[in-house]
């Protein structure tokens, strides 16, 4: 009799905590479209990325942002900090700096400064003087940035960079995908004046960030609304907005430009379909209790690889998907150089690398 009041008062002490111990979060209804399908249509699954070569394997973990410059050298920022460029072969690496947070999104600069979005750390910038990596800025408009998250440096000097969300720092993104607030912003940010400016707020965890052609817009990938915004640079449109692809199989993570006529987003993760319904009207007390639970029987994100090509009018071109033993992944950035295709990813110990050729077969 003892043991069963011991187990009832257990389970009520359990029922209590997941129904009513305060979280921080403040959970906001959203109804998410369908899911599109990953057996058939656009997304349906394939093996493109089983032959991923692996480069650099072994340097770090987590080469989440990878980027290029002119003449082909790999920049990457890990999970110790360090920042790192490799020789277009991989047989040669530089450590330019380590931010001491967790460098993010590069953005390469024609005249060779690395800007670095850390999550920890802030806006930083490795510049050409030789000076070790300096923080350029922590805030914007008063408002910490909470989870810097990448950057895209233009040729006319500008560069632009996101802050995914400004109340849950780095390690908490469940925190703000299970909130479902507007808590993410997009800044420019200008090395003549050294000002930074608020291009857009309200976003749904802004993550990824690229320019368009002739740097008319930038796109940057709203990863909790599964969608890419085009936020306009230049002509009538300039300080205006749009959907750029909608409804997206995945979260959206990184994006790119070929500089020509493709973008390459990496989702880290495909859809999950009891996420998308605790995210339903009248199921903000549910994710409250998601949010309550161990770590351990909390949503687990698919192994699955995963990387889209885009045209110039958002219609999806290239569907590159690989699951099964030895994925390289969870693929959070794809940047196209010449006749290869890069990744790089999270948690991975190694830079992805694909010949282009295998990854745009058949695309016109």
Not at 90 to 102: A, E, H
Not at 118 to 146: L, R, W
Not at 171 to 179: A, I, V
Not at 201 to 219: Q, R, S, T
Request: net charge negative; charged share 20%.
């Amino acid at each position: 009799m003892k043991a069963l009041i011991s187990a009832l008062v257990l389970v009520a002490v359990a029922a209590i905590y997941l129904l009513f111990w305060p979280v921080p979060i403040q959970p906001q209804a959203w109804t998410p479209p369908p899911a599109p399908s990953l057996s058939e249509g656009p997304y349906a699954y394939n093996e493109k990325l089983k032959d991923i070569e692996r480069m650099a394997e072994g340097y770090g973990v987590g080469p989440e942002g990878i980027n290029l410059d002119s003449e082909g050298s790999v920049y990457a920022g890990f999970a110790n900090g360090d920042v790192v460029r490799f020789s277009p072969d991989f047989k040669n690496q530089t450590k330019l700096g380590n931010t001491g947070g967790r460098p993010l999104g590069l953005g390469v600069a024609d005249d060779g400064s690395v800007f670095i979005a850390d999550a920890i750390k802030g806006f930083m910038v490795n510049s050409v003087k030789g000076v070790d990596i300096e923080t350029i800025s922590t805030e914007a408009d008063g408002q910490k940035y909470g989870f810097a998250d990448d950057a895209v440096a233009g040729r006319s000097g500008m560069v632009y960079f996101t802050d995914a969300s400004d109340r849950f720092g780095y390690g908490n993104h469940m925190s703000d995908l299970l909130e479902h607030g507007a808590n993410g912003r997009v800044f420019s940010y200008d090395p003549k004046t050294q000002e930074v400016k608020t291009l857009m707020k309200g976003v749904h965890f802004a993550n990824g960030v690229a320019l368009g052609p002739d740097e008319a817009y930038i796109l940057v990938n709203e990863t909790s609304e599964y969608r890419v915004l085009r936020y306009w640079l230049k002509g009538e449109k300039a300080g205006t907005q749009d959907v750029f692809i909608d409804n997206l199989p995945g979260f959206p993570d990184n994006i790119s430009f070929n500089g020509e006529n493709r973008f390459w987003v990496a989702l880290v993760a495909p859809r999950d379909a009891m996420l998308d319904k605790t995210l339903l009207p009248g199921n903000e007390w549910l994710r409250k209790v998601v949010y309550r639970l161990p770590k351990f029987l909390q949503p687990k994100p698919s192994s699955l690889a995963f990387a889209l090509g885009l045209d110039l009018n958002g219609k999806v071109i290239a569907n590159l998907q690989y699951e099964g033993k030895g994925a390289y992944g969870p693929i959070t950035s794809v940047r196209e150089y010449r006749e290869w295709l890069y990744f790089g990813s999270l948690t991975d110990t190694a830079i992805g690398r694909l010949p282009l050729n295998k990854a745009i077969a058949g695309v016109p």
